[in-house]
């Protein structure tokens, strides 16, 4: 059996954005592990807390967050990590990639210049090996004519390119854990695929680890190993990818996937969760979900109720599991 | 096209933007954003026009509500040309078709409330603003929303589902035939779009609507259409009833974009890439057939000629019509799903 800590371990993480009008609970204790080569997506909804998570495990929110918990990275813990040493993480053994890569690209700077210097920083290597390993990175994640493309800056590229070269970047020091926040959802169809196919095929051969946020069930179909649910800041459910979607425990899981709009419908009404997600600054007492839910009793708009594990990595937050 | 009467018919519809740019500030390049489009709408159906971003799809929609002058084309609604002698004006026009536009925010004025909002159109249209404050109520009652806890309220205290309902009441409230909705449920979330997909359905059937129903999402237009328009880089490459396009696709860029939808079956995950490349900038795009740069069949003549939009050759007339000069390209079976 192997005793060494898994790649990723989030403990108990809860975000709270404290404002002036009272406080958001964007994320309540959501605990996750994600094994070695183990593909992880946190499936929800906007406002679900997915992004937020991500976000809290890179050190990216502002600080009026407050952060409570433990994102162990085999297993050291980097939210009580130094400036210093949070810097050499990010980007080192934790990275991320995101949904416009517009943003997460220097605009300024060549893709070239922005990949050797990510590995310079890291590990100090010199300007010609770090040029000779960011050409690799272009190819590695298919860009045509990479030696070309390592001399163009970002807005010279295709909403595809750009999205392969950030890619590239996030890669660029060989990260355990990458963290990829809808990396395909301002793309078109047919590109989407093609991003997918190439995260699958890195993370395979690399043996990485992947957290990778998305909305879309059909995207988490193509990519996970396992699947977690969040629903108002929660973890609600977790399993294996077959496991939710073909046999979902919690409600809101089920109610997800029969919304699923889809041809073979056609003519008939679709299924829906009646009614809309809860303010995340006026959370109900009991279980967030309970105003929407078909299953719910008395207990459920009191108490929270607790994760009961299922099977081996299986869970429903759930008072009525199916 | 046939002759059955449309409620809505384009032809030849056209519109190029001027690229300015060097020190002169001189037309450098042309967008050509939708190039010689033909479509005819019955009443009573609804056309999905579906394609990538760039492939002009809601330039079509825009052009069709006048928001943007088209270079060329000749649009008639019920028989009668817009803007002709005889015809109708473009403002019986807009009285007649409507449009719901994808970002819920940006189409509602944010100082108005939801009811002046919904009752501005038809006070302009010379009702009495008792008369039309009833009419909202009234509407915003028919799409979901308790009117007494909602007609006061401003666009900034609703949801994006709350709004888009707004949206769908407010293009109601002239009493429309034609409802062109672009985008309109695809920034909301999945749960919340099955609710607006549902009333769309039921509104059809009560005011006996017409929908053009636009969107980048296949699973939505293949649930809600019953013909489908297929669009690439600013021209119709394939149209004909939803059966026929998503069963037996006939333009390889139709049958390229099926494949790359993400399956539902976590055992019958996509394993080979059905296109590769981004799609060409419409800024000066390919001679001949646009899409003969990611296309396998391409030869000299998918350079040399535009496609025209027609039954296969030697295949009996039927509506399921592809512009494509490559029969071989026509007849792969789809793979993947």
């Known amino acids: 059996m192997d005793t060494s800590p898994p790649a990723l371990e989030v403990d108990e993480l809860s975000v709270v954005f404290r404002g002036r009008e009272g406080d958001m609970a964007a994320v309540t204790a959501a605990s996750f592990a994600v094994a070695r080569g183990e593909v992880l997506t946190l499936l929800g909804e906007s406002g679900s807390g997915k992004s937020v998570t991500l976000k809290a495990m890179m050190g990216l929110l502002p600080g009026h967050a407050c952060i409570t918990g433990a994102v162990r990275v085999a297993g050291r813990d980097i939210l009580t990590l130094p400036a210093a040493a949070l810097a050499k993480a990010r980007g080192g053994e934790l990275s991320m990639i995101f949904q416009e890569p517009m943003a997460a690209l220097d605009p300024v700077y060549t893709i070239g210049e922005q990949i050797a210097e990510t590995i310079i920083q890291h590990e100090g290597v010199t300007w010609r090996e770090a040029a000779r390993r960011a050409l690799d990175l272009l190819e590695r994640v298919a860009i045509p004519s990479a030696a070309r493309r390592l001399r163009n800056y970002p807005h010279e590229l295709s909403g595809g390119m750009r999205q392969r070269a950030m890619i590239a970047l996030a890669l660029a020091c060989q990260p355990t854990v990458l963290l990829a926040d809808e990396p395909t959802t301002a793309l078109d169809v047919t590109v989407q695929m093609q991003i997918l196919l190439l995260l699958r095929e890195l993370q395979r051969e690399l043996g990485m680890s992947v957290v990778f946020v998305t909305h879309d069930v059909g995207v988490a179909a193509e990519i996970s190993d396992r699947i977690a649910v969040m629903y108002a800041g929660r973890l609600v459910e977790t399993g294996t990818v077959r496991e939710v979607m073909r046999q979902p425990r919690h409600p809101y899981t089920a109610g997800l996937l029969a919304s699923i709009v889809h041809g073979g419908l056609r003519g008939r009404r679709l299924e829906t969760i009646p009614g809309s997600p809860p303010s995340l600054a006026a959370l109900p007492p009991g279980c967030a979900f309970q105003p929407r839910c078909a299953r719910a009793d008395a207990r459920c708009g009191t108490a929270q109720p607790p994760s009961v594990a299922l099977a081996p990595g299986t869970m429903a937050r759930c008072f009525h599991p199916g | ?337």
């Open chain 2, 1 to 337: 096209m046939s002759d059955a009467p449309a409620l809505l018919r384009v032809e030849g519809l056209t519109k190029h933007f001027p690229v300015h740019g060097g020190p002169l500030n001189r037309r450098v390049a042309t967008v050509r954003a939708v190039d010689d489009v033909s479509l005819a709408v019955a009443a009573g159906e609804t056309l999905g026009i579906v394609g990538e971003s760039g492939c002009g799809k809601s330039t079509t929609a825009r052009l069709l509500m006048r928001l943007i002058e088209p270079d060329r084309g000749r649009l008639l609604f019920d028989g009668r040309e817009v803007g002709a002698a005889g015809g109708i004006d473009v403002t019986t026009l807009r009285r007649q078709m409507q449009m719901v536009f994808q970002d819920s925010y940006a189409s509602l004025n944010p100082r108005m409330t939801i009811l002046g909002s919904i009752a501005y159109a038809p006070r302009m249209h010379g009702l009495a603003a008792r008369a039309a404050d009833a009419r909202a109520e009234a509407l915003l009652d028919r799409v979901g929303l308790e009117p007494r806890q909602f007609a006061r309220r401003y666009p900034h205290e609703l949801s994006g589902g709350q709004r888009q309902r707004v949206n769908i009441a407010r293009a109601l409230a002239l009493q429309p035939r034609l409802v062109i909705l672009d985008e309109a449920v695809s920034a909301l979330d999945k749960s919340v779009a099955a609710q607006v997909l549902n009333l769309l359905a039921d509104l059809k059937q009560q005011f006996n609507l017409t929908y053009l129903f636009i969107s980048h999402d296949l699973n939505v237009v293949e649930y809600i259409s019953d013909r489908v328009l297929v669009m690439y880089l600013g021209q119709v490459v394939e149209t004909g009833p939803v059966a026929a396009i998503y069963g037996r696709p006939r333009h390889p860029y139709t049958r390229a974009l099926l494949a790359s939808k993400p399956t539902l079956d976590p055992d019958r995950r996509t394993i080979s890439l059905p296109l590769t490349g981004d799609p060409p900038n419409p800024i000066d795009p390919p001679s001949g057939c646009r899409f003969r740069t990611r296309c396998g069949f391409a030869d000299a003549v998918c350079a040399a000629r535009t496609p025209p939009l027609a039954a296969p050759l030697g295949h009996p007339p039927d509506a399921h019509l592809v512009a494509c000069h490559v029969p071989a390209a026509q007849q792969q079976a789809i793979h993947g799903h």
